[in-house]
């Protein structure tokens, strides 16, 4: 019998069948897959995992794939407006009825498992995929990589964009411990790639335990800038490719997300063959949504979704090469975030900052948020019980000419998108 007939409702059991929200392991997914009678896919796989950037590298990842002709089958989390977003099938949002017929299934073949809402996600993309015809897929990992619920896939390629300091409650305290958590999507005699120039020791150890192919930004593939193009070369046969456009996304750390996408590429480049035309097409067209998005109006919009210090660093570098505006800081952080530390990276961006209450079991209290954040320096001119509400009293607040930027969360940036595209269509 089907337990529900609506998505809205899955989505709301789903969140209380498990005694915890978040609950790393992979034991409960393979007993289901198993009980599921799931086969392994046969197209090629890219697991993307790290810090930040992982979005950015399965967005040029799959559009590059999309516009070479093969149909592409992603799964990313977490959303901004849509549950559907997660699950994309040849560049479309999953749709409501094939959610709901999966989650049938899984909810028939868990026996008495009880599963995690992220784990329920990972296991209806899987589904979705079985049947799709897919060339290629392209999973991001959740949080982590050794115990996160997409490692329950064995990848072709395996990409690790950045580590930094976050979610250390489950990962642990340290860049070390992180980088071995998240090395753990590496597999034996596979490319394992790594696209930033610092990198934790325990990333090259667990590559060597396991036998994976490490390949490593600056060391074993690379890039150069020459003035609005730049060239992408691999370090270990000597492949170019030169005269390449910028790539869609603002900010720099855009070139080595692209650089690492480059590389899984070239790895599958037998399997997966893409031509410079796609390649440059890819690179011009990609496009997503909430990474210093920008929505123009009398005051300049921008939507963040920076949550940990080492991304407001780099919305920080943005926001000052860019100069001068008068500028307004929209933020709402959950409470396991390090605010201070995010509040640290942002000094002396905003002339004022208005905390924004958040939905959800770790939301913080925006009075609280305002006090963390003003003592480490923001100067707060407003708090509001919700996105929406501190959206409102910063386009009061704004003059023409002055821009405001919304970060912090997802649970920030999918709010702020909606209140604007209502206020634009009336």
């Given at each position: 019998?089907?337990?529900?007939?609506?998505?809205?409702?899955?989505?709301?059991?789903?969140?209380?069948?498990h005694?915890?929200?978040?609950d790393?392991?992979?034991e409960r997914l393979?007993r289901?897959?198993d009980?599921l009678?799931?086969?392994?896919?046969?197209c090629?796989?890219?697991?993307?995992?790290?810090?930040?950037?992982?979005?950015?590298?399965?967005?040029?990842?799959?559009?590059?794939?999309?516009?070479?002709?093969?149909?592409?089958?992603t799964?990313?989390?977490?959303?901004?407006?849509?549950?559907?977003?997660?699950?994309?099938?040849?560049?479309r949002?999953?749709?409501?009825a094939?959610?709901?017929?999966?989650?049938?299934?899984?909810?028939?073949a868990?026996?008495?498992d009880?599963?995690?809402?992220f784990?329920?996600n990972?296991?209806?993309?899987?589904?979705?995929?079985?049947?799709?015809?897919?060339d290629?897929?392209?999973?991001?990992?959740?949080?982590?990589?050794?115990?996160?619920?997409?490692?329950?896939?064995?990848?072709?390629?395996?990409?690790?964009?950045?580590?930094?300091l976050?979610?250390?409650?489950?990962?642990?305290?340290?860049?070390e411990?992180?980088?071995?958590?998240k090395?753990?999507i590496?597999?034996?005699?596979?490319?394992?790639?790594?696209?930033s120039?610092?990198?934790?020791?325990?990333?090259?150890?667990?590559?060597?335990?396991?036998?994976?192919?490490?390949?490593?930004l600056?060391?074993?593939?690379?890039?150069?800038?020459?003035?609005?193009?730049?060239?992408?070369?691999?370090?270990?046969d000597?492949?170019?490719?030169?005269?390449?456009p910028?790539?869609?996304?603002?900010?720099?750390a855009?070139y080595?997300?692209?650089?690492?996408?480059?590389?899984?590429?070239?790895?599958?480049?037998?399997?997966?063959?893409?031509?410079?035309?796609?390649?440059?097409?890819?690179?011009?067209?990609v496009?997503?949504?909430?990474r210093?998005?920008?929505?123009?109006?009398?005051?300049?919009?921008?939507?963040d979704?920076?949550h940990?210090?080492a991304?407001?660093?780099?919305?920080?570098?943005?926001?000052?090469?860019e100069?001068?505006?008068?500028?307004?800081?929209?933020?709402?952080?959950?409470?396991?975030?390090?605010?201070?530390?995010?509040?640290?990276?942002?000094?002396?961006c905003?002339?004022?900052?208005?905390?924004?209450?958040?939905?959800?079991?770790?939301?913080?209290?925006p009075?609280?948020?305002?006090?963390?954040?003003?003592?480490?320096?923001?100067?707060?001119?407003?708090?509001a019980?919700?996105?929406?509400?501190?959206?409102?009293?910063?386009?009061?607040?704004?003059?023409?000419?002055d821009?405001?930027?919304?970060?912090?969360?997802?649970?920030?940036v999918?709010?702020?998108?909606?209140?604007?595209?209502?206020?634009?269509?009336?």
């Amino acid at each position: 019998m089907t337990r529900f007939s609506r998505l809205a409702d899955w989505l709301s059991w789903q969140e209380t069948l498990h005694p915890r929200s978040i609950d790393l392991g992979l034991e409960r997914l393979e007993r289901t897959l198993d009980r599921l009678g799931w086969a392994k896919p046969k197209c090629p796989v890219i697991t993307v995992g790290g810090t930040n950037g992982k979005g950015s590298c399965v967005a040029l990842l799959s559009r590059i794939l999309s516009d070479a002709g093969y149909r592409v089958g992603t799964f990313t989390s977490p959303h901004l407006r849509r549950y559907n977003e997660r699950i994309t099938v040849a560049g479309r949002e999953i749709s409501d009825a094939s959610l709901v017929a999966a989650f049938e299934r899984i909810d028939a073949a868990r026996g008495s498992d009880t599963l995690t809402f992220f784990e329920f996600n990972t296991l209806a993309a899987l589904l979705a995929f079985e049947t799709a015809g897919l060339d290629a897929i392209v999973l991001e990992v959740g949080m982590g990589g050794r115990l996160d619920a997409v490692n329950v896939v064995d990848p072709d390629v395996a990409v690790i964009t950045s580590v930094a300091l976050d979610h250390c409650d489950w990962l642990g305290a340290d860049i070390e411990t992180i980088g071995a958590e998240k090395a753990g999507i590496f597999r034996a005699q596979r490319p394992a790639i790594y696209g930033s120039r610092t990198m934790p020791k325990t990333i090259a150890e667990r590559a060597d335990a396991m036998g994976a192919t490490l390949l490593r930004l600056g060391v074993d593939f690379d890039f150069e800038r020459a003035g609005g193009m730049w060239t992408w070369r691999s370090l270990r046969d000597g492949t170019r490719i030169a005269d390449l456009p910028a790539p869609a996304l603002t900010g720099d750390a855009q070139y080595d997300n692209a650089s690492a996408a480059l590389q899984a590429l070239h790895c599958l480049n037998e399997r997966l063959p893409a031509s410079r035309e796609a390649i440059e097409s890819g690179l011009k067209t990609v496009a997503l949504p909430g990474r210093f998005q920008r929505l123009p109006g009398a005051a300049e919009w921008i939507l963040d979704v920076a949550h940990n210090p080492a991304a407001a660093r780099t919305l920080a570098e943005q926001l000052r090469k860019e100069g001068g505006r008068r500028t307004w800081a929209v933020c709402g952080i959950l409470a396991d975030k390090d605010i201070e530390g995010i509040a640290r990276e942002l000094q002396g961006c905003f002339v004022g900052w208005i905390a924004a209450g958040l939905d959800g079991p770790r939301a913080l209290d925006p009075q609280q948020l305002a006090e963390r954040l003003s003592r480490e320096g923001a100067t707060i001119v407003g708090t509001a019980t919700s996105v929406r509400s501190a959206c409102e009293l910063a386009d009061r607040m704004a003059e023409s000419g002055d821009r405001i930027v919304v970060f912090g969360s997802f649970l920030t940036v999918g709010p702020a998108l909606e209140w604007l595209e209502e206020r634009v269509n009336g």
